[in-house]
Structures are given as C-alpha cells and as structure tokens.
C-alpha cells in the first residue's frame, strides 16, 4: 500500500527513484546546489514494525563530511523511532527537505573531496607559459589563393557558394532521360 502512494506523490519528481519495489532514494535540493544530499531508504522484511535502513553512502553525497552525514542519520533515527509501525518513507523525505538548512548549516559550502587530485596520471605537468599554440603556417601559393578569393576585409563575396540553376535543372532533366531510356 505505501509503495502505491510513494509511486503517485512521487509521480514525475525527478529528485525521487526507486531502485527496487523495497529501496527508493530521494535528493533532498537541486542539482548543483553544494549543500544537497541524497538519502537512501530500503525496507527490511517486517518494515513497518522495524526501523527501515537509511543510509547516505550514495556517491552523490562525497562531498559532504562524515560528520554531517552522522548527524543527519541520527536525526533520521529520531523520526524513525516516533514513527516505528506506521508507514514512514514519505515522513522520512519530507522531514529531510523541510530540516535541510538545519541539517547542512555546518557543511562548508566549497568543500570538494577529489580522489584524482592524489592520482598521478601518465601526462607529464608542463607549465602553461611554455606551452605555445601552433598557428597554422600557409605557403605563399595558399596565402595567394586565399586573398584572390576574398575581398580586402577577408570576407568571401556574395553567392559563392550558389548554385547554377539552370546547370542543376539541365543535369536533373539529363539525368531523367537516362532513366526513361534505360528503362525502354
């Protein structure tokens, strides 16, 4: 019964997912936004009579410390424990989304944990300054070429790149007649 109600309030919610008919994840503000986490709930066997498992390992949320994901998880548990034998999942989110500035008050908003910053990767760092652009190098002839087809500003002229109309009607015509010879 629950997971028909959590499947119509959540209907089009993009923030809302549900892995499996027993375990659903609900992001909890918008994308991009550093202080948005994702909580993941799963129900176990005698659910709603047990605690569901909440848990916040999902990737999304490695930038927060581990600090703050205990502290929203205790918190969690609280309202897990008022509300053990009732059906929870939809409290559990919406407590998440209205607590969320309580929740994150602590979280520093420009942390970043970045494992490919301790990973050496095979390219050798080179200075920005002694790295230079190639330009690319035209010999006299194309250099010629080039400004013979375009005006003093650079720019090519009108219709250069129109097609004969009267030679593209004479080819399809032409063409036509083949087919109607061949086909005789």
């Not at 005006?151 to 009108?158: A, F, Q, Y």
């Amino acid at each position: 019964m629950e997971l028909e109600a959590l499947r119509s309030i959540y209907e089009g919610d993009g923030c809302f997912r549900e892995l499996s008919p027993v375990c659903f994840q609900y992001r909890i503000g918008e994308n991009g936004d550093p202080k948005a986490f994702l909580i993941e709930v799963s129900w176990p066997e005698t659910y709603p009579q047990t605690a569901p498992v909440i848990s916040m390992d999902a990737f999304f949320n490695n930038t927060i410390s581990s600090a703050i994901k205990r502290s929203i998880l205790d918190k969690l548990m609280v309202e897990v424990e008022a509300n053990l034998g009732t059906a929870m999942t939809y409290t559990l989110f919406e407590y998440a989304k209205d607590n969320k500035e309580s929740f994150m008050e602590n979280q520093p908003v420009n942390t970043v944990t970045s494992v490919s910053n301790s990973i050496p990767i095979g390219t050798p760092d080179v200075p920005a300054n002694k790295k230079k652009d190639k330009k690319e190098q035209l010999s006299k002839t194309q250099k010629r070429k080039l400004a013979d087809k375009t005006d003093h500003k650079g720019e090519l002229p009108r219709g250069w790149n129109w097609v004969d109309v009267i030679k593209h009607v004479s080819i399809i015509k032409l063409s036509f007649n083949i087919k109607k010879i061949c086909t005789q």
